[in-house]
């Protein structure tokens, strides 16, 4: 089995280019959002392993986020570090953060992993509050250094990100362990029987979706040029990259960047709507969820097929 099917490339190759185009006739806002959108994408997708494979509900992924985005905003703010530095000390924040809470969590059944994710969100939150002197608290983390003042550069990197974060967690679900991933999440005691180490995958894909989420927080701290609650670490936030996961298609990695996509762009064309906007958003959103379980991906393929 191919880890990277021809089918996906085909029909994501024109799409990319396409999407690799657009600079050179939209204007920089669009490009803002888009490039937002895309680091969302690698959020939704990095949540999808975790729950569409190990079939583990994460409830906090702000958290992971949150790890590297400030790992990576205070070394820049207070010690001057790489912007290079800076990303990996918070990626390798963000893997051990959860690596820290995944070992004692997934001992629990039911949805006590769920609530335990969620409670360490809101610990995370706490925490940059109380150690506001080195967090900036409420009023937020602001960088010296950005990836680029170029709205074309900014986006073409988020592009470029999503892209390769797609890829390698498509491989990874894809792979031999992906499948025991896969076969562990949909039913562990089965999976133990036939002689797989449950808990060591689901570590791993919790490790994994550690690094990415790490990563993609710590890059879009260097795109905004700073950080705080309200934009990386709010349970909301968290909300919307679950949302975006299970609408752009539960199980399909790629899924979660059509959703995330889908979200930010659908939001922005309704804004003239003023408070309503969010309401229709949120209402299609529960209308694919509850009549195309597949998600948006799901009812394009139902479509190709008729």
Not at 199 to 217: C, E, N, P, Q, R
Not at 243 to 258: N, P, Q, S, Y
Request: glycine letters at 14%; aromatic letters at 10%; charged letters at 5%.
């Amino acid at each position: 089995m191919s880890l990277i099917p021809a089918r996906f490339i085909l029909i994501a190759l024109p799409i990319l280019v396409a999407a690799a185009l657009l600079p050179l006739g939209v204007s920089g806002y669009i490009l803002g959002l888009l490039t937002i959108a895309y680091y969302f994408a690698v959020f939704s997708m990095a949540w999808d392993l975790l729950f569409g494979f190990a079939g583990e509900v994460n409830f906090g992924p702000t958290f992971l986020i949150g790890l590297g985005a400030y790992g990576a905003g205070i070394l820049n703010n207070r010690y001057g570090l790489d912007i290079p530095l800076c990303l990996l000390a918070g990626t390798a924040l963000a893997v051990i953060g959860g690596l820290a809470l995944a070992v004692p969590a997934l001992k629990l059944s039911g949805p006590y992993f769920g609530l335990v994710t969620l409670v360490a969100v809101l610990l995370l939150q706490n925490l940059i509050v109380v150690f506001s002197d080195l967090t900036g608290g409420e009023i937020g983390l602001t960088v010296p250094d950005v990836i680029s003042i170029d709205a074309d550069t900014n986006y073409w990197i988020a592009l470029g990100f999503m892209t390769v974060s797609g890829l390698i967690l498509t491989a990874i679900s894809r792979s031999p362990a992906g499948l025991i991933l896969q076969a562990a999440g949909q039913d562990p005691v089965v999976a133990g029987a036939l002689g797989f180490n449950v808990a060591k995958h689901k570590i791993a894909a919790f490790a994994v979706s550690a690094a990415f989420s790490g990563l993609a927080g710590g890059l879009i701290v260097f795109y905004m040029g700073t950080a705080s609650v309200g934009t990386l670490i709010d349970t909301a936030v968290g909300v919307q990259i679950i949302i975006a996961a299970v609408l752009g298609g539960r199980r399909t990695i790629v899924g979660g960047a059509v959703g995330a996509v889908f979200l930010i762009a659908a939001g922005e064309l309704l804004r003239p709507l003023g408070s309503l906007s969010t309401f229709v958003v949120s209402a299609a959103a529960l209308a694919v969820i509850l009549f195309v379980p597949t998600g948006l991906l799901g009812l394009a393929s139902f479509r190709r097929a008729s």
